[in-house]
């Protein structure tokens, strides 16, 4: 298809991603509730 589908990324930006996710603030959930519950579902 000629799109390169493995990208180079940094193991430690991975691991504070899910640290960010798992600590959201009260307002930070509350955004992201927000959003999925309006968002479509896609299949």
């Given at each position: ?11 430690k ?6 640290t960010?996710r ?13 959003f ?8």
């Open positions: 298809m000629g799109y390169n589908t493995e990208r180079k990324h940094n193991p930006l991975t691991d504070n991603a899910k960010l798992k600590n959201m603030t009260k307002e930070e959930r509350h955004l992201w509730y927000d999925l519950r309006t968002y479509p579902i896609r299949f």
